[in-house]
Nanobody, 126 residues
Framework: QVQLEESGGGLVQAGGSLRLTCVVS????????MGWFRQAPGKEREFVAA????????YYSDSVKGRFTISRDNAKNTVYLQMNSLKPEDTAVYYC???????????????????WGQGTQVTVSS
C-alpha cells in the first residue's frame, strides 16, 4: 500500500519558490503530527518542518525558519511545504512522514508509517 506520495519538486534558481505536496493514505490523517525531512547526497536525512495534528503548532529547523511554511489540509489528507527564497543548500530529496518530538528534537515517528516514500527532488541552482 502506497501511504506517502510526495510531489512538487523541481529545478529552480536561487531565490525562487516551490510548493511541495504530500498525500497520505491508509491512516486517519488528522490524528498525528506530520513533518518534512530532506536528504542531500552523501549526508544524513534531516528534519525540516513539522505540524501538529490540528495545525495549531508548527516547527522548523533553524536553516529554513522564515523561508519555509508547512501546512496541512486534513480533509484532503494532504500536507504542504511552501518553500520561498530557496538557496543552493536546500538541494535535496524531500520526504514527508509522521513526526514525533523527542528529547533530542523532532524525528520521523517509526510507529506510524515505518518507512519512507520515494520523495521529491529539489534542486536549487546558484
Amino acid at each position: 500500500q502506497v501511504q506517502l506520495e510526495e510531489s512538487g519538486g523541481g529545478l529552480v534558481q536561487a531565490g525562487g519558490s516551490l510548493r511541495l505536496t504530500c498525500v497520505v493514505s491508509g491512516r486517519t490523517f488528522n490524528s498525528f503530527m506530520m513533518g518534512w525531512f530532506r536528504q542531500a547526497p552523501g549526508k544524513e536525512r534531516e528534519f525540516v518542518a513539522a505540524i501538529t495534528w490540528n495545525g495549531g503548532s508548527t516547527y522548523y529547523s533553524d536553516s529554513v525558519k522564515g523561508r519555509f511554511t508547512i501546512s496541512r489540509d486534513n480533509a484532503k489528507n494532504t500536507v504542504y511545504l511552501q518553500m520561498n527564497s530557496l538557496k543552493p543548500e536546500d538541494t535535496a530529496v524531500y520526504y514527508c512522514n509522521a513526526a514525533q518530538a523527542t528529547i533530542t528534537g523532532i524525528r520521523m515517528d517509526p510507529g506510524l508509517f515505518g518507512s519512507w516514500g520515494q520523495g521529491t527532488q529539489v534542486t536549487v541552482s546558484s
